[in-house]
């Protein structure tokens, strides 16, 4: 399922997004969980990927097998590639299956300049080829590679990243969401189970219903959270702050007021971590020292 943790940064988005171009609540919120949705389409798109590097290895051992003049490596290719136990369970899966043919513009076409481009560079790299060298199959070994694979070639390419921003604005925000996705759908997979279902995006009502209040008691509560903020600052004027930090704040205050039995520490960590990602290097102590001062304060555990 997806976290509360990005749950949170989707909330945060909506804020920024809603004090670049306000908007009514309703379409606000209807674009928000738009967004968490779209999540998935990437996340079954980067499952894709995985599954079309082997689709890709097998169609060139049978071009390979096709060839006229065929030396040693055409006639008894190495098949430990596409034996990976883990490609398998993926390539197999049946709601990535159920959710692509509904889905078509999902499925990665084998000529596609990325996907051969990607698969020539693991091809040519020391772990790929130590990988196929290697006596034996291990699902322990199978697994660790292709994490490696995934980590190395996609959730830390950027050709890769440029290329999902072209194909859906808003996939440049949630690649890193998506990646944390796959990589732990990859952990999870087990030798001696059927992979048969797949990360939720919202695990249930209540986490629907955390994300919708978080919204609004934020948008409703700005002007008087934004006072809080205020008489927080030291010898900084509330002017001076970036609309980013003023956002992530803004929306703590907000549950750390109007959720009151998620500890303090909790949250102030999550914002913590969504400030990593969205704002400057020196905001997360900035956000740490703010929300710190605010819950003593208040008397919040």
């Known amino acids: 399922m997806l976290g509360r943790r990005q749950i949170r940064e989707k909330v945060v988005e909506s804020v920024y997004s809603y004090y670049q171009n306000p ?7 209807k674009n928000m969980f738009s967004g968490i949705e779209k999540i998935y389409y990437l996340y079954i798109y ?41 490609l398998i369970k993926l390539e197999e899966n049946p709601e990535r299956l159920f959710f692509t043919g509904q889905h078509k513009e999902l499925k990665w076409d084998l000529h596609d300049d990325l996907l051969v481009r990607t698969f020539q560079r693991i091809t040519a790299g020391k772990r790929y080829q130590d990988f196929m060298k290697e006596d034996g199959y291990s699902f322990e070994e199978d697994q660790k590679f292709i994490g490696k694979l995934f980590l190395r070639y996609i959730a830390e390419n950027e050709d890769f990243h440029e290329y999902l921003g072209d194909k859906e604005l808003t996939w440049y925000d949630d690649i890193h969401i998506a990646n944390s996705m796959v990589q732990k759908t990859i952990g999870f997979l087990k030798e001696d189970e059927d992979s048969r279902t797949l990360i939720k995006m ?4 209540e986490d629907r ?40 704040l803004t929306t703590a205050i907000s549950e750390l007021d109007n959720f009151a039995l998620t500890p303090s520490r ?9 400030a990593k990602v ?24």
């Open 202 to 205: 919202v695990k249930d009502e």
């Open 23 to 29: 908007i009514k609540f309703d379409v606000l919120e």
């Open 209 to 248: 219903d955390f994300a919708g209040k978080l919204l609004r008691d934020t948008l409703n509560n700005w002007e008087s959270n934004e006072k809080k903020l205020g008489e927080r600052l030291e010898n900084w004027d509330l002017d001076r702050v970036s609309l980013m930090d003023k956002v992530i």
């Open 46 to 86: 980067e499952l894709n990927f995985l599954v079309a590097l082997k689709d890709l290895a097998e169609h060139q051992i049978e071009i390979g097998k096709n060839k006229y003049i065929k030396t040693d490596a055409n006639t008894n290719p190495n098949q430990k590639f596409i034996s990976n136990q883990v």
């Open 278 to 301: 969205f704002a400057t290097d020196r905001s997360n102590i900035f956000i740490n020292g703010i929300l710190d001062k605010y819950c003593k304060d208040q008397n919040r555990i």
């Open 266 to 274: 909790v949250i102030i960590n999550e914002y913590i971590e969504i």
